[in-house]
């Protein structure tokens, strides 16, 4: 019983991540409430959670809200750029659901392919930029090109990763309402634990290239860990 009570114990170790779960969805949820803010929201909650999943967590109130305003104006445009995106996507999508008749010609069935294909590429991006930004400085068609990138390149962590914010998403709405408590957190929560792997590998290809000859000026240049990932 007592080592079960022990701060560093397994058990006290995932019921602490839990208890962080809940308290940073509370302040993801609450400072997305405007929308506009959503995707500085989103960062601030992967930055939280990234040192969460690596142990380096400290002050998270305070780191939450550091990333929230650190990442405010970048964050802010590539929400906005998605959020329009996924707008037009789903306005196509409803004008090719009320075109569709009985016997669907090719042109509609090209159309509707086209439309799965984009909406697949913006889900990536959706699931993988903000990760990105909380963990990365770049410019902002760098890191939306990395997201792409990387999605695609860990496609196994993407499609787990995707399944993650389905089933969480499927249990609020069908099963059990007060799981929105847990909700984006722990989403979150597992995705950086998902994630961080890939992480380490940019990190050391970012590390490998700053130190080639050559590199470094263009690094500065850019101010950023990488230009491109690829």
């Not at 699931?127 to 390149?153: C, D, K, S, W």
């Not at 059990?176 to 408590?181: G, R, S």
Request: glycine letters at 6%; hydrophobic letters at 55%; one cysteine or more.
């Amino acid at each position: 019983m007592r080592n079960l009570l022990n701060p560093d114990s397994p058990a006290m170790r995932f019921l602490t991540r839990i208890g962080y779960a809940m308290f940073l969805n509370a302040l993801w949820f609450f400072c997305s409430i405007p929308l506009v803010t959503v995707g500085a929201s989103t960062t601030a909650l992967y930055s939280v959670m990234q040192k969460v999943v690596r142990d380096e967590e400290a002050g998270i109130t305070r780191s939450f809200f550091r990333a929230f305003r650190d990442n405010f104006r970048q964050a802010t445009v590539i929400w906005l750029l998605l959020a329009a995106f996924g707008a037009f996507l789903g306005f196509d999508a409803y004008i090719l659901l009320h075109l569709r008749t009985g016997s669907a010609g090719a042109f509609w069935t090209v159309l509707t392919a086209a439309l799965a294909v984009l909406a697949v590429f913006w889900l990536v991006e959706l699931l993988y930029v903000f990760p990105l930004l909380a963990r990365f400085e770049n410019t902002t068609p760098a890191l939306m090109r990395n997201a792409v990138i990387t999605g695609f390149h860990f496609l196994l962590v993407t499609v787990l990763v995707a399944a993650v914010h389905f089933v969480m998403g499927y249990l609020i709405i069908f099963v059990y309402t007060p799981l929105m408590f847990l909700g984006e957190g722990l989403c979150a929560l597992i995705s950086a634990w998902l994630m961080n792997g890939i992480f380490l590998q940019l990190e050391e290809r970012a590390m490998a290239e700053s130190d080639s000859p050559g590199e470094e000026h263009a690094m500065a240049e850019s101010g950023s860990t990488g230009e491109d990932l690829q």
